[in-house]
């Protein structure tokens, strides 16, 4: 199943899927549902550059060629914005798409596209600290665990902690494995 995801730009058709599939709870499931918002500004930017942009962007999630999800990528800093960026990706698979390996293969593929088309030493990503099939997922990737950001992120009338995982461009030859 794995070698059958892969990444592609976003279409037109894909926007009213992820309209479709993101804006309810059961859509985003529970780590991801931050409440009702606006789908304007993801259909302007598309207008604008296809949602590739330099300061990020959005790819779709395919398996068999059908899209399942999206991945994206937005700049991130751990100091100054010139010395000290690198790119935090996220992913939103549809529910039928969960725990088939196919967030594992999605952001694999994403992070290779990024080591071999930007300048980034480290990729990043994030997650609720209860969400064990995405900490399982990036671990399978190939990324390792750097901690717990304690509060982080307010979702659902609380403070919900995060668990913060990286992957470094020296760490590739992990890439060159399929994801297990």
Same mark, same amino acid.
């Given at each position: 199943?794995?070698?059958? &995801?892969?990444?592609?730009?976003?279409?037109? +058709?894909?926007?009213?899927?992820?309209?479709?599939?993101?804006?309810?709870?059961?859509?985003? /499931?529970?780590?991801?549902?931050?409440?009702?918002?606006?789908?304007?500004?993801? $259909?302007?930017?598309? %207008?604008?550059?296809?949602?590739?942009?330099?300061?990020?962007?959005?790819?779709? &999630?395919?398996?068999?060629? %059908?899209?399942? /999800?999206? &991945?994206?990528?937005?700049?991130? =800093?751990?100091?100054?914005?010139?010395?000290?960026?690198?790119?935090? @990706?996220? @992913? +939103?698979?549809?529910?039928?798409?969960?725990?088939?390996?196919? +967030? =594992?293969?999605?952001?694999?593929?994403?992070? $290779?596209?990024?080591?071999?088309? =930007? $300048?980034?030493?480290?990729? *990043?990503?994030?997650?609720?600290? %209860?969400?064990? +099939?995405? *900490?399982?997922?990036?671990?399978?990737?190939?990324?390792?665990?750097?901690?717990?950001?304690?509060? %982080?992120?307010?979702?659902?009338?609380?403070?919900?902690? *995060?668990?913060?995982?990286? &992957?470094?461009?020296?760490? =590739?030859?992990?890439?060159?494995?399929?994801?297990?």
């Amino acid at each position: 199943m794995t070698s059958e &995801v892969s990444l592609r730009p976003v279409t037109p +058709g894909d926007l009213d899927l992820f309209e479709r599939e993101f804006t309810t709870e059961e859509g985003t /499931g529970p780590f991801q549902w931050f409440g009702f918002t606006s789908t304007h500004r993801l $259909r302007a930017r598309f %207008a604008e550059d296809g949602l590739l942009g330099s300061d990020g962007g959005v790819l779709t &999630v395919t398996v068999a060629g %059908a899209a399942v /999800g999206r &991945v994206e990528w937005f700049a991130s =800093t751990w100091g100054r914005p010139h010395t000290s960026s690198c790119w935090t @990706i996220a @992913i +939103g698979l549809f529910p039928a798409a969960r725990g088939r390996g196919t +967030g =594992t293969a999605a952001q694999r593929h994403l992070v $290779r596209y990024l080591f071999a088309h =930007t $300048r980034a030493e480290r990729v *990043q990503a994030f997650t609720d600290h %209860a969400n064990l +099939g995405e *900490q399982r997922a990036l671990e399978k990737a190939g990324f390792s665990r750097e901690g717990t950001l304690r509060s %982080a992120q307010w979702r659902a009338g609380r403070w919900h902690d *995060q668990v913060l995982y990286s &992957v470094l461009r020296t760490d =590739t030859p992990l890439w060159d494995e399929e994801p297990r």
